[in-house]
């Protein structure tokens, strides 16, 4: 496996180097995406520290004005789109 940051492998070449791969990822050193041969289903292995900071900075963002201005516009587009009904505030 080459010493890059991100890496696409088959099923097969996963199952392969799981333990070196969690070995990696677990010390921050990546993520793996993982493809299964004739899917376009994909997955990706990335460490526990890294998607509890994603988890953090998506819930510090939905706290902000900007996020509920954004879900507002997006809401409204829907609703012209006839996607979805926009609950209407008092």
Do not use: N, W
């Not at 997955?43 to 900075?57: F, M, Q, T």
């Not at 998506?58 to 509920?68: A, K, M, Q």
Request: charged share 20%; proline share 1%.
């Amino acid at each position: 496996m080459s010493g890059g940051c991100f890496h696409t492998l088959s099923l097969s070449q996963f199952g392969k180097s799981l333990e070196e791969l969690h070995e990696r990822v677990a010390a921050g050193h990546g993520r793996v995406e993982v493809k299964h041969d004739g899917s376009h289903h994909t997955c990706v292995l990335i460490s526990k520290v890294e998607l509890e900071s994603l988890e953090r900075a998506l819930e510090i963002l939905s706290g902000t004005g900007d996020f509920r201005t954004m879900c507002e516009k997006l809401m409204s587009l829907a609703s012209e789109c006839g996607g979805i009904a926009v609950p209407q505030t008092a």
